[in-house]
């Protein structure tokens, strides 16, 4: 989700060099991204003081963006030596930071987060692009998928650490990928389902639920080599989680299954995705497990994954 305030902040100063601090495992992300020139990674056990004498052996830097809100990421730059700092007046920060943004009111037309990083990049003094341009992240060349006698990877993500009230039942996944495969038997329809460690045993009931070929590669890549894997899928169906927002910033056409969660806020970015919802009337609650019955997600039934699925493929013809 602040893919397009990188994008903007290079389009706004084109002979930036920009340089990316974040976390080891989110490294191989922005390291794809052309608009970044350097990334700075750290081990997530790593303190501050660390932090700050890996930025200083990399600098000197002249401004910082603070992406997150938290007073230890405005530590870890002021320890790193960089010049002047821009993030939100959040967390007691502001005494660090040289351009304090008052805490952003989203519009009914600007509630998703990515909006709330583009106002970062506005208060560095750099005018936006229109918005179609810094959300056109071009899809990546994949066979075409509508001649028969062809095949499609077809990705699933099932999981969802935050808790059950995001994850689609697995008996519907296992239902509307059974469908597609009626409706298309023409397509060999290869199935690979992704998720982290924690969701490896989501990842096995859903492969025993579904015919070959499929694979469950949950928990058995780290993040350079699922962003190689989903580079190489047709589509992808998920619920709202990191893999969602990973594929859609490569470009690769997602379904997205929203449960308890808004996707006014978070949906995946770009025209191509396709994003299902039942709204209800205790939606969205943002709760980790459903207290009643998850009517939320009961309410989409496969048919309707199907038919978001089938548009997506009929788009890669």
């Known amino acids: 989700m602040a893919l397009p305030a990188v994008v903007a902040l290079k389009k706004g100063r084109p002979g930036l060099h920009l340089t990316i601090c974040c976390r080891e495992n989110l490294a191989p992300l922005w390291a794809s991204c052309e608009e970044v020139d350097e990334v700075i990674a750290f081990p997530k056990t790593l303190r501050p003081a660390g932090v700050g004498r890996l930025i200083r052996e990399h600098g000197p830097f002249d401004e910082g963006l603070l992406l997150p809100n938290s007073l230890r990421s405005a530590l870890e730059l002021r320890l ?4 002047r700092l821009t993030g939100y007046a959040r967390n007691l920060r502001s005494f660090l930071l040289h351009r304090a943004v008052k805490r952003f009111v989203p519009s009914l037309e600007k509630r998703h987060h990515l909006y709330s990083y583009l106002r970062l990049v506005e208060a ?33 993500c099932p999981g969802a650490e935050y808790g059950n009230a995001k994850r689609y039942p697995i008996e519907r996944y296992a239902e509307a990928i059974g469908n597609l495969r009626a409706n298309r038997p023409d397509l060999k329809i290869r199935v690979s389902i992704f998720g982290s460690p924690v969701e490896r045993q989501i990842g096995e009931d859903l492969a025993a639920l579904i015919a070959e070929p499929r694979v469950n590669r949950a928990g058995q890549t780290s993040i350079a080599g699922l962003m190689t894997e989903l580079q190489s899928c ?16 490569l470009g690769v056409p997602t379904v997205a299954i929203f449960g308890s969660t808004e996707p006014d806020l978070t949906a995946p970015i770009g025209a191509i995705h396709r994003v299902i919802r039942h709204k209800v009337d205790c939606s969205p609650c943002f709760l980790r497990d459903c207290p009643i019955d998850y009517r939320c997600m009961l309410r989409i039934e496969p048919a309707q994954v199907v038919r978001e699925m089938e548009v997506l493929l009929e788009a890669a013809k």
Request: hydrophobic fraction near 40%; proline fraction near 11%.
């Open 80 to 83: 790193g030596g960089v010049g």
């Open 124 to 156: 560095m003094g750099i005018e936006m692009e229109p918005l179609d341009e810094l959300l056109a992240i071009p899809p990546p060349p994949t066979p075409n998928a509508g001649n028969a006698g062809s095949e499609i990877h077809l990705g699933i």
């Open 234 to 249: 047709h589509l992808v169906v998920t619920n709202d989680t990191g893999s969602m927002h990973l594929a859609a910033a």
